[in-house]
């Protein structure tokens, strides 16, 4: 069940609520699903080649332990991923690949460590009509993130943004110290990796220089934890930080955004765009215990 949002728009004066498609485009027609069977120590992929385009694959843990699947391209990037596939269960997953070549798929079982890998083949997308020249990246990005919102977050329109949500298990990341990259490991007592996307609703570009602050409230409506977000390099751009959450139930997750810092060109007469902050709130997310 999608968790409820209640939202309140943040500023001088007031804006209609606009609920934006998530692309401007129509779907393109797309071949059957790709059977994936994985388990403890395999991962049988049906087909080992496709034409570009929207690849759809059908994922069934048939292992003992939670697992994920990958398709990565030939710089090792993410093309797409689903995550927490549990014993038994079956999850969809569709990678918009632009670009011929040879690809991986990979199965994570444990959801560790490199995975059982195995090329995949993207050949020329037959008698279509040449695609726009945009970077396999650009569009792996949104792929992803739009996947990972639809599994394990939820999402709202509030004026002119679109604010997603996702939540994962607590994570590590790297952070300058005198000019050099360093490794943090999750920190003992951090439970989830809390995630916010702003995205102009307009356009679906996700919105940088944008403060954000979450607190994570429990069901007597207190603050368990709140925290200014960091920006994150990552498949998707995002805002995030690992939270300490004392116990597994149902939360709610309470996110404001200020105005982005940045400067903007326009008219003199124009309304200077995402001018405004925003505040949604998410009821009913289950935080549930994180290994």
Known sequence: MRPKTVFSLLGIGSASLVLVACGGEPASPQAAAIHVEASDTA??????????????????????????FYLYGKDGRVISEVENIGPGTSRSMTAQVTEPGTYTTACKPGMRGEGIRREFTVTAAGGAAAAPAIPQGVVSQYTVLEQEIKDAGGQTTVGPWRIGYIVEAAEPWYHDE???????????????????????????????DVPIHVDVLDAAGNVVEGKALNF??????????NFSIPRAGTY???????????LRHGEETEQPALSTGAEATFTGVELKTEG
Request: contains cysteine; aromatic residues 10%.
């Open 43 to 68: 991962c049988d992929v049906a087909s080992t080649t496709a034409a570009a385009g929207s690849i759809a694959f059908e994922i069934a843990n048939k292992g003992n332990q939670v697992t994920e």
């Open 178 to 208: 005198n000019g050099h990259q360093h490794f943090r490991p999750a920190a003992p007592g951090e439970t989830h990796h809390i995630e916010i996307i702003p995205i102009e609703a307009a356009t679906g570009r996700i919105v940088p």
């Open 232 to 241: 994150y390099y990552a498949e998707f751009f995002h805002y995030a930080s």
């Open 252 to 262: 709610t997750l309470r996110a404001k955004l200020r105005p982005p810092t940045f």
